[in-house]
């Protein structure tokens, strides 16, 4: 139909309809740029994450290496322990046999004395790794809270740019989700006279939002899947 030959009506109609095809479409480009910038925060939230493994592989290699010089330090304790209680049992059997072993008995005293301050130092080192440790077991915990903090946030994101990409799939789809969304639970008839479509098409769309898994179609009602 030539554009003479329309009524003002229809030209009027016509009209209305340019405008709400330019809103729709300024509403559609506003939810591609929220869109975008959801894929953004969730790229950041991957890029923290894997720097914060990072961070956790070498917290962990350096408490493995304390641990394992920790370990050192236990058994040279161990072994001076087991000299110390020799070197005892040898001053005992010497103060037991005669006075001219007097002198041998001080020396062994002597290096019992060494070998106790040597045993201090090493348990005053022990001491300090095992605090090192403990911090870096700290470190490492709140490590692994953030990661698993940033992980939720970054399984939300993902969540909700999969649920914008499969309403831009088709318009309709896109008002009847954000309805529900916004006004809850709705029956077809309401849907289809707040759309202006018959209500055959509406329940051929909410076929589909409900086979995509965002909505649950329970008799005439429609529910949002949360």
Known sequence: MKEGSLTEGQKMAIEILNKRVEKLHKALEQKENLLEEYVRNLEEKENTITKLKSEVEVLEEELKRLRSKLKEKENEIEKLNKEIAEKKAEIKRL???IKDKEE???SFKRSEEELKVKLNQCRSLTEKQRRE?????KKLTEKEEKINMLESEL????????EWRKMFKNEPKFKIYTIISETGPRNINELSKTLGIPPVHVKRILNELEEIG???IDGNVIKKIT
């Not at 440790?133 to 077991?137: H, K, L, V, Y």
């Open 133 to 137: 440790i403990t911090a870096f077991e």
């Open 104 to 106: 041998k008995i001080s």
């Open 155 to 162: 399984n939300q994101l993902v969540k909700v740019s999969e």
């Open 214 to 216: 965002i909505i649950k």
């Open 95 to 97: 103060e037991e046999n």
